[in-house]
Nanobody
Framework: QVQLVESGGGLVQAGGSLRLSCAAS????????MGWFRQAPGKEREFVAA????????YYEDSVKGRFTISRDNAKNTVYLQMNSLKPEDTAVYYC??????????????????????WGQGTQVTVSS
């Protein structure tokens, strides 16, 4: 079992920045592929970014490329999502997710919720215009 706890959400003006954190506990975090997803009211949960267990490979949804950066610190069992140049359309609940099922799968394939086994409770990000 892996427990995930997100933090760092909040209210920010358009153009501002936030850094989300996801603290993991329970099993070997360093072997997990980690992802960030988001869900806006009335919409399906959508992929934002993913990072391979070794931190070498990352992948982003097109609308966040160049603005968001995913990273991880395996010594701290934590994954981060640095969000810059935020837009109102980034408003959503952001979820951290983890899986160890396919550690060697190309990171670009880790974009669907069904690929992940463990989820955090989510943190709200609201971007005002």
């Amino acid at each position: 079992q892996v427990q995930l706890v997100e933090s760092g959400g909040g209210l920010v003006q358009a153009g501002g920045s936030l850094r989300l954190s996801c603290a993991a506990s329970g099993r070997t975090f360093s072997r997990e592929t980690m992802g960030w997803f988001r869900q806006a009211p009335g919409k399906e949960r959508e992929f934002v970014a993913a990072i391979m267990w070794n931190g070498v490979y990352t992948y982003y949804e097109d609308s966040v490329k160049g603005r968001f950066t995913i990273s991880r610190d395996n010594a701290k069992n934590t994954v981060y999502l640095q969000m810059n140049s935020l837009k109102p359309e980034d408003t959503a609940v952001y979820y951290c997710a983890a899986t160890s099922r396919s550690p060697l799968s190309p990171i670009a394939t880790m974009t669907t919720p069904l690929k992940y086994d463990y989820w955090g409770q989510g943190t709200q990000v609201t971007v005002s215009s």
